[in-house]
């Protein structure tokens, strides 16, 4: 048409995603709000609700979409059963995952396609709190011909919740809070050290009640990232419906004992998101 030229506007991104932002009309599906709520786990492409503790694959989309870019390399290190890879392969990203458990390494090994596997997938085996992992990371890194990750990835045990494993290195297992936090704050150092500077993390935790006292270790764990470096970027409350597999009969249980005790029904968790400083 007359006047009007042919070329598309250039796009307009930050150094840490791909989202193009004379387009940012366009992007319904990611979240800019504080509230996340989820009816349902996605699943299909590579995920299966499998694993008790398990995070939804929707958050790592958001995550993913929001603060990485295509090839980019995502360090998750509390892999658990690979939600964090499984997402990566889909959404293009590269990654490296840490898990304590051998036997939950060989199983995400198994879903993961072969071409990628080694590749542009890695997974370590190894206590994400030891200084040896950053030094295997550090070894995976340069096979990937990079120096640092573009995103980090936190889910740890919330405490004593689900024990995941007899291991004493397993955060699970920590005998008191004040252990857990120390433990998970080792962890957060080693990813802070593994993360390139302007970058992002998130951080996706949930409270516990003990002896009838609510422990916040969402926010412990946020002071304890805020102490290795971290600065908070924000505070998310995601419902934990879409991580259930229904509490059934028993859900009038809870809601007596709770009328009884005073207390209220865990129906949300944290997805913190944080930054490294330039
Ligand atoms: C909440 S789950 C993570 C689930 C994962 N996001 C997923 O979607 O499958 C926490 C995981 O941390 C692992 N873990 C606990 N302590 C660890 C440690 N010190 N180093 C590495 N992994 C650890 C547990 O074995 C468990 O698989």
Excluded at 13 to 35: A, F, G, M
Excluded at 138 to 154: D, G, N, V, Y
Excluded at 176 to 193: C, I, P, S
Excluded at 250 to 261: F, K, S, T, V
Aim: aromatic letters at 10%; charged letters at 25%; one cysteine or more.
């Amino acid at each position: 048409m007359g006047g009007m030229s042919d070329d598309p506007k250039p796009q307009k991104q930050k150094p840490w995603s791909d989202i193009d932002l004379n387009r940012w009309r366009d992007y319904d599906e990611i979240k800019t709000d504080s509230l996340w709520l989820y009816n349902n786990r996605a699943s299909g492409d590579g995920h299966r609700l499998d694993y008790h503790g398990n995070y939804i694959p929707q958050l790592a989309t958001q995550l993913f979409t929001r603060y990485s870019k295509k090839d980019e390399i995502v360090l998750d290190l509390f892999l658990g059963s690979g939600t964090s890879a499984i997402e990566a392969v889909r959404l293009d990203r590269r990654c490296i995952g840490v898990e304590l458990k051998p036997e939950l390494v060989a199983y995400v090994r198994s879903k993961i396609d072969s071409r990628q596997l080694d590749n542009r997938i890695h997974l370590l085996q190894g206590n994400s709190a030891e200084p040896a992992v950053v030094e295997s990371v550090q070894h995976t890194l340069r096979l990937m011909q990079a120096e640092l990750a573009q995103l980090l990835i936190l889910h740890p045990p919330y405490a004593d919740i689900i024990r995941f494993s007899d291991n004493t290195d397993d955060l699970s297992n920590a005998t008191t809070t004040e252990a857990f936090l120390d433990g998970f704050q080792a962890v957060a150092k080693n990813g802070y050290d593994l993360l390139a500077p302007g970058r992002f993390a998130a951080l996706i935790i949930g409270d516990k009640y003990a002896k009838g006292e609510l422990i916040p270790l969402g926010f412990w764990c946020m002071e304890r990232m805020n102490r290795v470096g971290f600065k908070t970027k924000a505070i998310i409350v995601k419902n934990i419906e879409g991580n259930e597999k229904g509490k059934g009969k028993d859900a009038n249980l809870w809601r007596y004992r709770a009328l009884a005790g005073g207390y209220y029904i865990f129906k949300h968790e944290y997805v913190i998101i944080f930054f490294k400083p330039r």
